[in-house]
């Protein structure tokens, strides 16, 4: 069984100006996606800026994020490093939180090689009894994992389940999910694909649209996983100049600034990540007034 099916979003985490968690605004924005249709949160993920989060925090987020959603829905816990140790150990204390699963990215900057990504793999899988999606994000990472090498994982560690694509090549994940014969789930990791991979048989999409338009990034893999696929796919195409507004900047830049505008205060980033070029700003405001989420 899938760890959930649909639109799950990789959740901002909200700063008080002071640069500290603000847990009372990630409840709020926490009831805001369930009501508004969210199947997951996944919580620390890149979006969530968990680069720049303490190791305390990283937890802490996870903890409170597992506790707040009671169930409601399934909690996926970003739990991946460069450094594998650090991995097991973050993926240790989303267990002990009670997540549903963990959210594990390629390890990045010591750019692992095939066999490096496969003994990395297996110790953090084997290291819980949580179910794992590997995290593919090549251009953030500087480490591809090849589909010789998801499926030879699929096949041979029985808790890695699923791999969020985000790599931007159809033909890599065609062939991933080709020699996976059935043994691994695909998310989308890209709100611009999420129809394209769902035609190969992706179970949705982990998605940066769902903070500002959770309905509507859930009703595209609805109305695909209900067979109306000219309905999905007219969806995707109404949302594409607001997800290319969203990636405009490095996420999650324009997705703060976009829940700010939509009145989340949502805090500042942290540094190393700033604040939006104006010119980016506008083309952000206009594309939400064209999607019709802010005035």
């Known amino acids: 069984m899938s760890i959930f099916t649909g639109a799950?979003?990789?959740?901002?985490?909200?700063?008080?100006?002071?640069?500290?968690?603000?847990y009372e605004k990630l409840g709020e924005f926490i009831d805001f996606q369930i009501k508004n249709s969210t199947d997951a949160i996944i919580i620390c993920g890149t979006t969530g800026e968990a680069s720049t989060l303490t190791?305390?925090?990283?937890?802490?987020?996870?903890?409170?994020?597992?506790?707040?959603v009671k169930k409601r829905v399934p909690v996926i816990a970003?739990?991946?490093?460069?450094?594998?140790?650090?991995?097991?150990?973050?993926?240790?204390?989303?267990?002990?939180?009670?997540?549903?699963?963990?959210?594990?990215?390629?390890?990045?900057?010591?750019?692992?090689?095939?066999?490096?990504?496969?003994?990395?793999?297996?110790?953090?899988?084997?290291?819980?009894?949580l179910p794992i999606i590997m995290y593919n994000v090549p251009g953030r990472t500087g480490c591809n994992i090849l589909p010789e090498t998801a499926a030879k994982l699929a096949k041979e560690v029985d808790n890695i389940v699923a791999i969020k694509a985000a790599t931007g090549n159809m033909a890599q994940e065609v062939k991933t999910m080709a020699l996976a014969e059935g043994r691994l789930d695909m998310y989308s990791g890209e709100d611009g694909l999420i129809v394209p991979l769902m035609s190969i048989g992706a179970k949705g999409v982990i998605s940066v649209l769902s903070n500002v338009a959770p309905k509507q990034t859930h009703d595209i893999c609805a109305a695909y996983m209900q067979g109306n696929i000219k309905?999905?796919?007219?969806?995707?195409?109404?949302?594409?100049?607001?997800?290319?507004a969203l990636f405009c900047e490095v996420n999650p830049i324009p997705v703060?600034?976009?829940?700010?505008?939509?009145?989340?205060?949502m805090g500042p980033l942290r540094a190393p990540l700033c604040e939006m070029e104006e010119a980016d700003l506008a083309r952000l405001k206009k594309a939400m007034t064209d999607y019709g989420i802010i005035g």
């Open 78 to 129: 970003g739990t991946g490093s460069n450094c594998t140790e650090t991995a097991i150990y973050l993926s240790k204390e989303a267990q002990k939180a009670e997540v549903d699963g963990c959210l594990v990215v390629t390890p990045y900057y010591n750019k692992a090689t095939q066999k490096g990504l496969i003994a990395h793999y297996t110790a953090v899988a084997k290291s819980v009894d």
């Open 231 to 244: 309905e999905a796919a007219d969806l995707q195409f109404a949302a594409l100049d607001l997800v290319d």
């Open 55 to 68: 190791h305390e925090e990283h937890i802490e987020a996870i903890r409170f994020t597992a506790d707040y």
């Open 8 to 22: 799950g979003v990789a959740i901002v985490t909200p700063m008080k100006a002071n640069g500290e968690v603000n």
């Open 256 to 265: 703060k600034h976009a829940l700010n505008l939509m009145g989340w205060d």
